[in-house]
């Protein structure tokens, strides 16, 4: 059985040597869609009798794995180094790193693989993500499984 959640963030980034205005710093309303698979539990006395897991435990995972850390950052490729040079200079600021340009492909990548190692060590492999859709904008998106 397949279920699957969504969540928002806001964060900014930059695709460093694009050709279009991608290359400027900007930002984005994102949403991450993760698709879960498991067995739904049959146990009756069991808090998740008929699911195969709560929303809520979801989310959480989701929510700290992924969305805590990407919220209100400003997500930068580790080798666009005048822009990492300039958000070092800035106090408090939130920044992530990311070994790929932030695209939204390489970043639903980036947390499918997240998401993947978070969901193996909590559940060993009884539910696991098998699909994450990032939406960069309402109309484009980017889809891993």
Not at 114 to 120: E, G, R, T, V
């Amino acid at each position: 059985m397949e279920i699957t959640t969504r969540m928002e963030f806001d964060a900014g980034h930059r695709i460093p040597g694009h050709k279009s205005t991608c290359k400027n710093l900007h930002g984005h309303r994102y949403a991450l869609e993760v698709t879960i698979k498991g067995e739904i539990i049959e146990q009756e006395q069991a808090s998740e009798f008929g699911m195969v897991m709560d929303f809520k435990d979801a989310k959480e995972l989701i929510k700290s794995t992924i969305v805590d850390r990407w919220d209100h950052a400003f997500i930068v490729y580790e080798k666009d180094q005048e822009v990492v040079d300039f958000l070092n200079t800035l106090k408090d600021h939130k920044t992530v790193s990311l070994p790929k340009v932030p695209t939204a492909e390489n970043m639903a990548l980036v947390a499918f693989e997240s998401l993947k190692n978070a969901f193996k060590k909590k559940f060993n492999k009884s539910i696991t993500p098998v699909k994450v859709r990032l939406y960069e904008t309402p109309n484009n998106w980017a889809d891993v499984s």
